[in-house]
């Protein structure tokens, strides 16, 4: 089997120890209640291994973690779950969203809080989608190189095609691409 991209793993758990090196120690995650969506099972996944390895669980053995809507979740369920989030742990500093979208849901309901963004509580994504580098505070988040991505697996392909044309099989490869930390202003 042939794969090319990230751990989304590896990414949210650099993340979490991002926010950790900015002096966050109660640090929440929220995503959604599916395990079908295998990359967000896999951001909570890293997100458990990061908060254990720094010693963060906060009195669970996943940490903060809040389950709310079906994959992907939305807007409006991300700002849902912050409420949910801030109820069930009030003292909760940090935030890591599955995705940007529930980012900024987050981030409006803290607004209409009254919660300082990131003065109450820090916010994180991932994506790096434009709706994080256009609101306000915009949204520190996980960047992804999705057009490296598409030229390695395009070459992969290719590869593969030339093996096939030869009478070979290309044996199974695994391409990782980078990832990078995009930080702004919600933490």
């Not at 044309?165 to 930080?183: A, H, K, S």
Request: glycine share 12%; charged share 20%; with cysteine.
């Amino acid at each position: 089997e042939h794969t090319v991209g990230f751990s989304n793993a590896e990414a949210t758990a650099a993340l979490v120890r991002h926010l950790h090196a900015k002096g966050y120690r109660h640090i929440g995650f929220i995503g959604g209640t599916s395990n079908r969506d295998t990359r967000g099972a896999d951001r909570r996944r890293g997100y458990t291994e990061a908060i254990r390895a720094l010693g963060l669980q906060g009195g669970t053995p996943e940490g903060r973690v809040i389950s709310f809507g079906q994959p992907p979740i939305s807007m409006a369920q991300g700002g849902q779950a912050m409420l949910q989030l801030v109820q069930q742990w009030p003292d909760v500093d940090a935030v890591v969203c599955v995705s940007d979208l529930s980012a900024f849901g987050a981030l409006a309901e803290c607004q209409r809080q009254g919660w300082a963004v990131p003065g109450r509580i820090a916010i994180a994504g991932f994506g790096d989608f434009e709706v994080a580098r256009t609101c306000h505070p915009r949204i520190t988040t996980v960047a992804v190189d999705c057009a490296g991505i598409g030229r390695a697996a395009g070459e992969l392909l290719l590869r593969a095609i030339d093996a096939a044309r030869d009478g070979r099989r290309l044996p199974p490869e695994t391409v990782l691409t980078p990832f990078r930390i995009e930080q702004r202003e919600s933490t």
